[in-house]
């Protein structure tokens, strides 16, 4: 069965720390993935999407993810965080028919 | 481009009542879709379009809920009669040829 599968339900980082959010999915073809974020009150914005080339995608606010095959893994991540970047992040993937599937989100705190 | 826009923002009804929300997307979208987000379940797919034409409504949960898309600028999502399970965070999306979704801002719906 399709699935993804965000392990961190909350992940708590000092401002300027690195970060890394986690993302596995389950999927019999090439996917089409994606990093949403979703700020308190707010629909979910596209931070980075992977079609295929190159592995490591860089996105917008200073995200990339890194599309690893063999792990079917797609990890969110970022240098230094700033205390901004607190909101809940959704993993999908999608089939070529667009109907994604969503992680169930990880939720980010950041420390001053 | 002012993105998807929805309405109403934030929605009180009583039990029994009809409700509808309304979804314009992205000109140039030919894809549009419908998510319900709830604290248990998370981002649940109700229904998509493509090119106006209702594709898969296999995730509308009962009866109840209904959708339209009458022109590629207008769709509804509505709610006859509704129930305090019903509350919830409803999205509109749009994308072009399913590239990455673009979120609304989101109804926020309260059935009391």
């Known amino acids: 069965a399709q699935s993804v599968t965000q392990p961190d339900i909350h992940i708590t980082v000092s401002e300027g720390a690195s970060l890394e959010l986690r993302c596995n999915y389950s999927?019999?073809?090439?996917?089409?993935l994606f990093w949403y974020v979703q700020s308190p009150g707010q629909g979910l914005q596209l931070l980075l999407k992977?079609?295929?080339?190159?592995?490591l995608v860089q996105g917008i606010k200073g995200f990339e993810a890194e599309f690893k095959r063999s792990q079917s893994s797609f990890n969110l991540r970022k240098p230094s965080v700033h205390w901004s970047d607190a909101a809940e992040y959704f993993c999908?993937?999608?089939?070529?028919?667009?109907?994604?599937?969503f992680g169930t989100g990880t939720r980010l705190k950041v420390l001053a | 481009d002012a993105g998807v826009i929805q309405s109403p923002r934030h929605e009180v009804t009583e039990m029994g009542q009809e409700v509808t929300l309304r979804c314009k997307p992205i000109?140039?979208?030919?894809?549009l879709f419908w998510y319900r987000q709830t604290m248990m379940r998370g981002l649940e797919l109700l229904i998509y379009?493509?090119?106006?034409?209702?594709?898969?409504d296999s995730g509308m949960p009962e009866d109840r809920f209904s959708a339209k898309m009458p022109n590629a600028s207008f769709s509804t999502l509505k709610i006859q009669p509704s129930e305090p399970r019903d509350s919830a965070v409803y999205f509109c999306?749009?994308?072009?040829?399913?590239?990455?979704?673009?979120f609304g801002s989101g109804t926020r719906l309260t059935v009391v």
């Open positions: 999306a749009s994308s072009p040829r399913g590239r990455g979704y673009t």
């Open positions: 999927y019999g073809a090439t996917p089409y």
């Open positions: 992977y079609f295929s080339g190159d592995t």
């Open positions: 999908a993937v999608g089939p070529g028919t667009y109907k994604y599937i």
């Open positions: 000109s140039g979208h030919d894809y």
């Open positions: 379009f493509n090119n106006n034409v209702p594709i898969d």
